[in-house]
């Protein structure tokens, strides 16, 4: 039997002899590892997955780990364990003049009893969902255990990362007992537990017919409560105190596991009804006595075996990080899969219909939807009810249908029937192709027109009432025109017709307003499809104009004066507004609320200041855009280039050139000299504004002044050349 004072450690593994025979050892390995088949794989398998369809739950998938840890020690590194003992039987054989030599004899360890359990990251459900196994490991062969993780899609994609390279993510723990025995010593230890309570009562009456009656009670109550425990060990020659250690512990263990089974329960008090004098007693003695007493006594001498517990624990070897017999690292895709579940033969359309509309509030009796699949009625999800078919009565309801899909076609069919009440005709719906998993028939396709018509934003301090001019028409419906009015008080109106088809154009409307002070105001026609229509405020629009001076404000316009108008005739409303233009602000944007956006027209008049001192009057124009430009813009132009290549700058220090533009019919008058020199000698362009396309000709005057202190004078000269070439010898 295995001594567990007959130990050393050899490569990392525990070694224990035997009571009685010197060739046999028992060995315990350091900790747990990944279980090797016996074709030398691992037993080990990692799936993550991603389902086809999104869950309630939101999760996209997961993934499931399965694998066996073993409680063992390798071949390889059992061969040299063995080789290190055979040694050590040849030199005790020796000594004791054994021939032949023993082989060495490793003796199998007898569990009985264990438990195993994981340390993983996540297993509150973060990454971890459950993890599966029994509790407690094979306790023979191998002893191994089986673990199955159920992966979030976090841990997943966590465990596939960290179970790769150095290092560990996931430690076992195993706790385990077996046969073994002890060197020669003896132990005595024990305890003891009582409880002792008595209870003494003594209840004297005495009636008295001519005296006052007397009443005695005595109580005395004792309760002891007492607890014992010793350890006493003879150690014998037994010196080294680590075996004492263990030897204390295993006995300290058997001790507090035999306390907690005999654990006595405290004695409970006689209880208050049991206290009272009885009726028609007038003398009463209670004398009561309970005791309870546990112990137990534990002997071990060397004669007898023991249970030895041992608690091996540590982190599992990465699959990365551990080699096959041959010494190759083993790889993680030859025991991962990844695995997508949307297999097309489990495909299948989910179609859930409902009816989205006031089954209260409309003369809808019923909506009858029917949905066919490749020709054939779609299964109906929901027990008892008919294949391809469902009859909604209120927006609460849902039908429920499923098919497998072919051929990997998600389309089906749906026509639907509108039963109304009070109505003999009914509306049947052309059949509709789709592939919605959700199919709602609204209110716009049960064939009622529903709006609801209520005052917005308006101002009824300013408005007296509101008259609404409301229609539709479209094919196959007879044209539907109501006119009603609004008011403080009537402030609703309701429109609700059976047009026996879908609600498929846009309504239309137009709104009168009578103002308190006399006027009446009309707006613009307009259109919509809302069921919710709000009639707001009489200014139902608004008119943005952008004025833009694109004139030379630098160095000819000095300010523009404008005048703005805006004239709505027909609804006798009118906005007018005056600004200024000048080379600090070019533009200027007006806003203001309008009746209807086509109902009037924008006008604009005014002056140009220019800095000469002239001005110019700007008549009134209707704008054509919303956006004006002032000065009108001018399309002609003269432009003259002036060429400075042929002037010998070491004979000519300066040359002046004076241009002159006249059109006295429309009040031009442009005068510009530039100076050229070598230093500036670059040629320069001349521009003006031409009012009168056939008055193209100006005038110059070009003045050279020489390096001999001379000066030669070209000009005054006219011309209509669109270029001048400088040559102080032309």
């Not at 706790?175 to 009582?194: E, Q, Y």
Request: aromatic share 12%.
């Amino acid at each position: 039997m295995l001594q567990i004072d007959k130990v050393q450690r050899i490569e990392g593994v525990t070694v224990f002899g035997d009571s009685d025979r010197f060739d046999t050892f028992y060995m315990v390995p350091e900790r747990a590892t990944m279980r090797r088949t016996a074709e030398g794989t691992l037993s080990f398998s990692f799936f993550k997955y991603r389902f086809p369809v999104d869950r309630p739950d939101g999760k996209k998938g997961g993934g499931f780990c399965l694998f066996d840890v073993a409680f063992v020690v390798p071949p390889e590194t059992e061969n040299k364990v063995v080789d290190t003992l055979q040694s050590q039987v040849r030199q005790e054989a020796n000594r004791r003049s054994i021939s032949p030599v023993p082989d060495v004899r490793i003796g199998t360890i007898t569990y009985t009893k264990g438990t195993t359990s994981l340390i993983i990251a996540g297993s509150d459900g973060t990454f971890v969902e459950k993890i599966h196994n029994a509790g407690k490991p094979s306790l023979y062969g191998e002893n191994t255990s089986t673990f199955g993780l159920e992966l979030t899609p976090e841990g997943a994609t966590f465990f596939e990362q960290a179970m790769q390279g150095q290092g560990a993510s996931v430690a076992v723990e195993y706790d385990l007992w077996f046969h073994a025995k002890l060197p020669p010593v003896t132990i005595r230890a024990g305890f003891r537990a009582s409880e002792f309570y008595r209870f003494y009562q003594e209840i004297d009456t005495d009636w008295n017919l001519w005296s006052e009656d007397s009443y005695r009670e005595t109580v005395r109550e004792q309760m002891i409560s007492s607890e014992s425990m010793y350890f006493d060990p003879d150690w014998g020659a037994l010196t080294d105190e680590d075996i004492r250690g263990q030897i204390r512990d295993w006995a300290m263990r058997t001790l507090e596991d035999s306390i907690e089974r005999r654990m006595i329960e405290a004695i409970a008090p006689v209880p208050d009804d049991e206290r009272k004098k009885p009726d028609g007693i007038e003398d009463v003695t209670r004398d009561i006595t309970k005791t309870k007493i546990s112990s137990f006594r534990l002997h071990y001498t060397e004669s007898l075996p023991v249970e030895w517990n041992i608690a091996p624990n540590g982190p599992l070897p990465n699959i990365t990080a551990m080699k096959d017999p041959d010494g190759n690292p083993y790889k993680w895709e030859d025991y991962a899969r990844v695995i997508d579940l949307d297999d097309p033969f489990f495909r299948q359309i989910r179609v859930n219909v409902m009816a989205n509309a006031s089954f209260d509030a409309l003369p809808i009796h019923s909506v009858e939807v029917m949905l066919r699949y490749h020709g054939r009625p779609m299964p109906n999800m929901i027990e008892g009810e008919p294949e391809g078919e469902v009859v909604l009565k209120s927006p609460d309801e849902l039908g429920k249908f499923a098919s497998f899909v072919d051929n990997d076609d998600w389309t089906y069919e749906y026509s639907y029937q509108v039963n109304y009440t009070g109505e003999s005709r009914t509306f049947q719906s052309e059949v509709i192709k789709t592939d919605e998993g959700n199919l709602t028939i609204g209110v716009d396709d049960v064939g009622i027109l529903n709006v609801e018509v209520a005052a917005g934003d308006l101002n009824w301090n300013d408005v007296e009432r509101a008259l609404v001019t409301f229609s539709y028409e479209d094919r196959g419906v007879d044209r539907i025109e109501r006119q009603f009015q609004l008011s403080a008080n009537e402030p609703v109106h309701s429109i609700q017709e059976v047009i026996f088809q879908p609600m498929r154009k846009n309504y239309e409307y137009q709104v009168k307003y009578f103002m308190k002070d006399g006027r009446e105001l009309l707006g613009d026609t307009k259109e919509g499809r809302a069921q919710n229509l709000f009639i707001n405020d009489v200014f139902g629009a608004r008119k943005d104009v952008g004025v833009r001076g694109v004139g030379d404000f630098a160095t000819r316009i000095q300010t523009i004066f404008l005048d703005l108008a805006y004239d709505d005739e027909k609804n006798d409303y009118h906005v007018t507004k005056s600004i200024a233009l000048d080379q600090n602000t070019t533009f200027f944007d007006w806003s203001f609320p309008v009746i209807a956006e086509t109902g009037g027209v924008v006008t604009y008049s005014g002056n140009v200041a220019y800095k000469d001192g002239t001005s110019e009057e700007i008549e009134k124009t209707v704008a054509e855009t919303n956006t004006i430009l002032v000065p009108a813009p001018v399309e002609d132009f003269l432009e003259v280039m002036i060429i400075t290549d042929l002037i010998d700058w070491n004979t000519v220090r300066l040359a002046r050139v004076s241009l002159s533009y006249q059109d006295q019919d429309n009040g031009i008058s442009e005068r510009k000299d530039f100076v050229f020199s070598a230093q500036r000698n670059a040629s320069e362009t001349w521009k003006v504004e031409l009012k009168d396309r056939e008055q193209a000709s100006y005038s110059y005057t070009v003045t050279f002044f020489m390096a001999d202190g001379t000066r030669t004078t070209v000009g005054p000269t006219t011309t209509s050349e669109l270029t001048l070439i400088l040559d102080p010898f032309q």
